[in-house]
């Protein structure tokens, strides 16, 4: 939390330093880099493990004086929504408890969703119903790399099944491509650092397992099949755009 709140802080302090460019009159060229939120539901394979979780990113680009919008971004993959946990089927007692080594009592075995992807993407900015030639409908298209799993966790209970790296054995690692749709609003302040963007973000995945074996199913193969793991969302993000400083007049009497 404390990494976050000094990595917010810094993107402010960049925004007052150069962020005081006035965009109103004509479209500008500037490299810019922001933070975003996604909030996702997934479609087709992936909701058949996960339902709803989150995106958090970054984001990096340059933005051209014909408002073309080229970048690439970083976006963590996390949820508590675990649609199929049926990897814990054969470790639950009639009472539906999984117990523990040390002392016999019920443990504790939580299920998360964990992921990540990176792309590449280009974008175009469509000055409508804008306040500047540097804001309006925004449309981006990108392509990239895509991981999820379940990530499993015991707390402070001892359950050797899902200890260390046994827990490779049952985490569904799955990797593969995705390409992905944004359309939405970008807004670019006359003056300051109320940059924005906002609108309704869509993602294909084309993964496929990664492990030969899934251990609570030993007798099952594991299908390499190729897999469909889309989803739909509403992102935003803040953008800070890294303006070249202004040379200074001088005036000799």
């Known amino acids: 939390m404390t990494r976050f709140v000094l990595l917010i802080s810094l993107f402010v302090l960049v925004g007052n330093t150069y962020a005081q460019r006035n965009v109103k009159d004509k479209a500008i060229g500037t490299p810019y880099i922001g933070l975003q939120y996604t909030a996702s539901l997934p479609q087709a394979d992936l909701a058949k493990r996960f339902g709803f979780f989150n995106q958090i990113g970054s984001f990096a680009g340059y933005k051209t004086a014909k408002n073309w919008i080229y970048g690439v971004d970083g976006n963590f993959f996390f949820g508590g929504d675990i649609k199929d946990k049926s990897l814990l089927s054969n470790f639950v007692d009639p009472n539906g408890n999984i117990t523990e080594a040390e002392a016999g009592n019920a443990g504790t075995v939580l299920l998360f969703m964990r992921g990540f992807n990176a792309n590449v993407s280009v974008g175009k900015i469509f000055p409508v119903l804008s306040p500047n030639p540097n804001s309006g409908i925004m449309v981006q298209f990108g392509a990239g790399y895509l991981l999820h799993k379940y990530r499993i966790e015991t707390n402070d209970d001892f359950i050797p099944q899902f200890e260390n790296d046994y827990r490779k054995g049952y985490d569904r690692l799955t990797i593969g491509v995705n390409t992905s749709q944004f359309v939405g609003y970008s807004f670019m302040a006359n003056?300051?650092?109320?940059?924005?963007?906002?609108?309704?973000?869509?993602?294909?995945?084309?993964?496929?397992n990664q492990r030969d074996l899934n251990w609570d199913q030993p007798d099952v193969p594991v299908s390499k099949d190729l897999r469909f793991?889309?989803?739909?969302?509403?992102?935003?993000?803040?953008?800070?755009?890294?303006?070249?400083?202004?040379?200074?007049d001088f005036y000799l009497n």
């Open 229 to 248: 793991d889309h989803q739909i969302g509403i992102r935003a993000g803040w953008l800070i755009p890294v303006y070249k400083r202004q040379p200074k």
């Open 191 to 208: 003056t300051g650092v109320y940059n924005f963007y906002a609108g309704f973000y869509f993602q294909q995945g084309f993964t496929r």
